[in-house]
């Protein structure tokens, strides 16, 4: 396990500050119980759902939450990208125009026959 994933687990609350395994149980439980802490009870049967505001807020925090975790390319690695695509995208375009000459010459050449 990797120090990632483990501090992920850590916040979840499925591993101790010591990396050990907690005995709150598994991390969706340690969830639940977080959140009826915190007074959020996100499965609860209250029979009203939520108005558009809380539910639209609510959709950009997670948004933003899992936005968060994306692992952002770094400059130079953006222009290398670039870079590889400009030159696939030339190569590529040169590949088709000369297939499409040499077939054009082919047909022009069988039908003056």
Sequence with gaps: ?????????????ALGPDGEPTAGGTAA?????????RGHR?????GERPSIRV???EYVREVRSE????????????ANYTVV???TIIL?????FGLDYVFAKG?????QK
């Excluded at 439980?29 to 802490?37: D, G, H, M, T, Y």
């Excluded at 996100?42 to 209250?46: G, I, L, S, V």
Aim: avoid cysteine.
């Design 1 to 13: 396990m990797n120090r990632q994933t483990k501090r992920m687990m850590q916040r979840q609350g």
């Design 29 to 37: 439980q340690r969830r639940q119980q977080v959140a009826a802490q």
């Design 42 to 46: 996100p499965n609860a049967p209250t």
């Design 55 to 57: 539910r639209t807020v």
């Design 67 to 78: 936005l968060q975790k994306v692992a952002w390319p770094g400059r130079t690695e953006v």
């Design 85 to 87: 695509v400009t030159i």
């Design 92 to 96: 590529v375009t040169l590949l088709v």
């Design 107 to 111: 047909i022009f050449y069988l039908f």
